[in-house]
């Protein structure tokens, strides 16, 4: 059981270095259903931004996960990387309906990391390919809400108002 949790640990650690290295060729703009934007701030003030500002929406915050502190636990060098999953049940809830398969995308995420060049970004799915990839075809007003709301709340908490 122990060997199975660190094996766990270990890859739950490296994924975003894959994630971030493979998805975001360009580092900017929208690559395989993410959206990157620099950020003017650290990892950490970055996503504390985009939380206090979720917050004061009243939208749910799940879970705040620092991938880099949990690599560093199993002696894995990460640069700093965190994820930040959230959810609003009056617009993900649309999603549902439409399609069950959704769930597995929502409540969405955001991850914010530096690269090896110290530039902070901050990235997510864009709702677009959510709806695409599951074949949603009778929400487009509420995939436009999402994608809205993401972009503003994401500007705030990157510094690019």
Do not use: C
Not at 6 to 16: D, G, H, I, R, Y
Not at 131 to 136: D, E, P
């Amino acid at each position: 059981m122990k060997s199975q949790i660190k094996t766990f640990l270990v890859l739950a650690a490296a994924l975003p270095f894959f994630i971030v290295n493979s998805a975001v060729a360009d580092n900017e703009g929208h690559d395989e259903g993410l959206i990157s934007k620099k950020s003017n701030y650290s990892v950490k003030e970055t996503l504390d931004k985009l939380e206090a500002v979720l917050k004061k929406k009243g939208i749910s915050i799940v879970l705040r996960w620092n991938h880099a502190e949990k690599a560093k636990g199993v002696g894995i060098p990460l640069r700093p990387t965190e994820l930040l999953m959230f959810g609003n049940p009056k617009l993900g809830s649309h999603m549902f309906t439409a399609n069950q398969t959704s769930g597995i995308d929502l409540p969405l995420k955001v991850l914010a990391w530096k690269d090896e060049k110290g530039q902070v970004w901050l990235t997510y799915n864009d709702p677009a390919y959510i709806v695409k990839r599951h074949h949603i075809k009778n929400r487009s007003k509420i995939q436009a809400k999402m994608a809205g709301a993401l972009d503003k709340l994401t500007n705030i908490a990157t510094g690019n108002k």
